[in-house]
């Protein structure tokens, strides 16, 4: 079967981070395909995995870099199908560089932007399984499940503080 | 028929910039429904909005708003339904304030991210476009045509500066 | 006893930062309720929370949260209470985007934001004591103590450095 | 009848900016004071006017500076009454100064700070009548049907925009 | 003769900037090309045009963009001419965007970046003129009397402010 | 009699903000010179007004630049006269270059850095003359005078406001 | 014998910061009195402490705070000595709102700022023996022979580098 | 043989990072000189270095500094060479003070920027070879190689991310 998750980071050392992202897909049982690939140090190989995203089967891309981050711009001019970018804080100036390169782009090419680092990373994952739910009723329930497991986290966590005799 | 695309803006002032959203769906010839809700002003409309949405048969919405932009993530969190945020430039602080609230949503619960004003606004109608054309492929061809003409635009731009001279 | 102060945290990770909010209702011997609830994550439960708070005898909310903190506004929306926001420093923004995102609220729906971090969430809680202090004579005085006590500790800390040889 | 809110503003030119807060304390019909003051070229003139301030019956201080705008904190530093702070985007910085030094005051004396300009000069006097309402219960009411209304001028908004054919 | 500057700009509206640039190489009597192509809306066109610029004569690149300045990158990485960028300030974000995308660059891949906007065009000219000069005395010695010009321009204004009587 | 201030601008185009600087000192009765030259433009004539800086009997020296503002750090590093520093906000990112550009100096070369633009101004002319007043009573007395006139503008103004009825 | 400089710090936790400052007296021999107080906590003592000064023989005054850094301006507003500021970075958000607090006064009532943390502190100490040493003219030849050595370490350093073969 | 490149630090702090500089030219072959100068504690050292740079046979130089980081400023100012400048995150402000100094230099004098920190140190070095290469045969086909060599890189680790299972 046709992996329908393509995520492309710009460096080795985005590992760590993108595992947040492939947690989710795991737990959605979603299948991926992750490799590496520069904007900057191996365009052509970047752009070629545009060209063929499509017909590999990915329907949605997740593409995490750092500092001026072009990665899921360049792939986004490559392809029609929806990119989703998550800015990485791996520069000094603690991700402003990488939110703004991977969110401010122009008219007619846009990235789906997540937030700087963690908890972007994350997301990522959780937006490419709204959109497979689209057409997946299975995931959507899924999905459904997620959202509510989320709330019910919350309780569980608010119920262990007011046994510890916070009010 | 039921129109896939829901529109909600934080304030009439909203109006113009949101029309560079309604252009791009007029142009590929996607329903859509444009409401003005307020995560602030309005809570209990904004969350029943959110909550009717997929039974109203959108399948993507798209949320402008400035200033502390809560209204794209008050949505996302009544809805699994893919959500499309547009920071909106419209506090002295130029839109820096609409972005971070709009991108830096907490692990759980993404809001996809486009640029702040104009640029974004159109983003925003093409990322649902192209989230749309992952199920119908007449949208996706269109889509295809869409980013040639882009490219196209280009070239008749360049060709017109090359005539007056510039080489 | 109902007690006054209604304190609510987006995350189990904010809770030792709220404790220096808890420090100063206890040594001003007012009661308060902790609990964590989710802008995002937990909608339903903010919501409610917030329409009952003032049932429930809450006279003043205290929240804290980070990132694209939109928990004190999603809860000033449902309540005429007045909301004390502390933005929290959890992102790799460093609290750029809690601060906007907290202070940035539009016209009509006012939080009160306190500093970025620790200052502020100390601050909520001398702030919610100056406004029970406003119909609670006892209080009142306590306050006045207070910070003459805050002035006393400047003098003594510049006394012990004029010991030292610093003059 | 003593009037319960005191405003201060540093500038003459804060005067249009100030109408914001005004207008909704005739709104309300509660009576307040506007001065002038300045922390830096009034300061003995800022401390009488805060140290006399409940004397003088005022119940909750509202004031608005621009630049280093420290006039909120100093008149927080006298008194133990709320302050609730207005930064005005008046240098060339566009309101960041304003805001820093306005809401980022240490721990021991706050001052609860609205958002940058106009919203904010709204939102300082609803906040304020918000603390009042506490312990005044026709006020209260008066707020519980302005948030109402506000809820209401979004439907009249939306139903506007419905008619002339958006959806 | 072949031109040995190649100028692109990212859109239309960046002409009256990019003037700026080409005032500065015509003084030197320096030929350029310029064009416009963009990363994201003609990725083929913007990859082939830094792919032959070297076989079609050119020698250093000079690049202007805003928002998510993309465009000196992508070319910098299909070409190892050196790149010089322009951050154009064309979005809400005044300018922070485009040089964050333009100077930010990982390591291998460096664009050299100038100041943002119309000083920043200027400069590209001069600093590609101050490349060509290593290999070229004439244009050598025109860009020592040039650095001499600034210097007797200074004077002058100097001078006239003296005659005024600021003295 | 030798002018106690010398006043050095990079560029024409801030002329109308110095007549803050200057206005200032006229009234002091305060003999000044002011300049145009270029930290980058002229550097040797900058380097050699700071250099004779003092043998032409200036005591304090006034620089205001916009921009990668050098200026007064160059001049500060050939002289151990006081050298003050205006920002000046004359490029897109208003500001917040010439003023990190001014006040960032490394230990060893202080420039004592005023507020950017038309209040930078206006203080730098009243700083340079609390240095002056320090070894001369009569220009002491009038900036004693100064500040009360300062503190009498504002009753004046809030007076006015009084009789407008805002009370 | 009278000390000529008053340092006065907002908070115990910034003694680290100020011994540059001190070091800097020390060397050059120059007396100073060092205090803690607070422009919010201890707002009387500030006060009485900024009329007092010149009183007490002081002729320049130094001030470090962090956060919403408002110490030095309101001993601004109370004295007509030269106030020299030094914004600490103790806050989250990094010296950004000490700096702006500091910087951007008023027009009437300057702080001449210097850099934020341990440059600014040393520079503080360096501007207010430049003051200093207008009027007096062996601190003046201190100063002169402190810059040449400023320059002499850097050849030492620099001959170093040379000598561990780096040319 | 002259060496081609000349390379100045401000401060021996910066030592570690342009390492990263001179690993690139090591690796290319072109001799370099690295020196340490400061633009405002060795201002003369430092304009005595720019002036003479192109007699001693430089062609290209490269400037990091930190904070106000005016060194390339200074430096370009009295040369007609091409100054390629690294802004150094060792303040604070993280970098955002020695971006701003380095990259906004007014029109006539540029300084080519890199990115902060050690990107921008590598990439210095990497620039500088692309001008050489210009009329150096052998230096650009090692180029050429250098960046098939980066893609290579690229693929080697994404072939060992595939060994590893992640797709």
């Given at each position: 079967m046709k992996k329908p998750i393509g995520i492309v980071i710009g460096?080795?050392?985005d590992l760590p981070l993108i595992k947040e992202t492939t947690n989710i897909l795991d737990f959605f049982g979603i299948g991926y395909d992750l490799t590496i690939s520069s904007a900057h140090r191996s365009p052509k190989r970047t752009i070629d995995y545009a060209k063929n995203a499509q017909k590999r089967g990915f329907r949605v891309l997740i593409v995490g870099a750092g500092a001026a981050a072009h990665l899921a711009g360049v792939i986004a001019a490559e392809t029609h199908l929806p990119v989703i970018g998550i800015p990485i804080d791996s520069s000094p100036l603690q991700g402003f560089d990488s939110l703004l390169s991977t969110v401010?782009?122009?008219?007619g090419v846009p990235v789906a932007t997540m937030a700087v680092g963690k908890a972007g990373a994350r997301n990522a994952g959780i937006f490419a399984v709204q959109i497979l739910s689209l057409s997946d009723s299975k995931i959507e329930e899924k999905m459904i499940k997620y959202k509510q497991k989320l709330a019910k986290e919350v309780v569980v966590k608010a119920n262990n503080l007011k046994r510890q005799g916070n009010s």
């Open positions: 460096s080795e050392s401010q782009m122009p008219g």
